[in-house]
């Protein structure tokens, strides 16, 4: 069965701090993989998206590894803001359309 | 600024009514997906269109639940009889896919619908 698995389920940090996202997936065949920042109350929002040949992508102060042969993406947090409090969730294609989606990762900044 | 819209935003019903919840998805969007997001179980695919053509409704129960889009602006999902373990958040998603790789999907604000 296909799943998705995100650590840790919940993660608070200080503001200006830097921190990093895990997600294991058992996905296959693999197509790509996503990371989403969904803020409470509203729906996801993508930040990367990485195919099986990427190892890298940023998005301003966030920064998605990829790494297919273990099967593993970290989303690492540079500097971080009150404005990055979300859920991060993690999804996995085996496609173009499906998706397996992890329960996410909950961030909160203190100030 | 193209965005996908969501109505009702919010919905408290009893059980077994029928809840129906609409779906604008951005224009030229050949694609169109249903999730429901539960705390327990996070972000779930119920179904999804291409073209306005039903492709996987696997992950959606088939007594109770139906989705379509009857034309290219919208897209419903319907509930009928509705059961309490119904309640979540129902989000609406779409993106074009022009038939290589990945393609972005873009999520609307979501209809939390609660069923007492």
């Known amino acids: 069965k296909n799943q998705v698995e995100q650590s840790p389920q919940s993660l608070i940090i200080l503001e200006g701090k830097n921190c990093t996202l895990q997600?294991?997936?058992?996905?296959?065949?693999?197509?790509?993989l996503r990371w989403y920042k969904q803020d409470t109350g509203r729906g996801p929002v993508s930040l990367t998206i990485?195919?099986?040949?990427?190892n890298t992508k940023s998005n301003g102060r966030y920064t998605a590894t990829l790494d297919a042969d273990t099967k593993q993406s970290s989303l690492h947090i540079t500097a971080s803001q009150l404005s990055d409090s979300a859920s991060y969730i993690c999804v996995v294609s085996e496609g173009a359309d499906g998706l397996t989606f992890g329960k996410g990762t909950h961030l909160i900044i203190q100030p | 600024d193209a965005r996908v819209t969501q109505t009702p935003r919010h919905k408290v019903t009893e059980m077994g009514q029928e809840v129906t919840m609409r779906c604008q998805p951005i224009l030229g969007h050949n694609t169109v997906f249903w999730y429901r997001q539960t705390m327990m179980q996070g972000l779930e695919l119920l179904a999804y269109?291409?073209?306005?053509?039903?492709?996987?409704d696997s992950g959606m129960p088939k007594d109770r639940f139906s989705a379509e889009m009857p034309d290219a602006t919208l897209a419903t999902l319907k509930i009928q009889p509705s059961e309490p373990r119904d309640s979540a958040v129902y989000f609406c998603?779409?993106?074009?896919?022009?038939?290589?790789?990945?393609?972005?999907?873009?999520f609307g604000p979501g209809t939390r619908l609660t069923v007492t």
């Open positions: 269109f291409r073209n306005r053509a039903p492709l996987d």
């Open positions: 998603a779409s993106g074009l896919n022009e038939g290589q790789g990945a393609h972005e999907q873009y």
């Open positions: 997600c294991n997936y058992t996905v296959s065949p693999f197509s790509n």
């Open positions: 990485m195919t099986f040949s990427e």
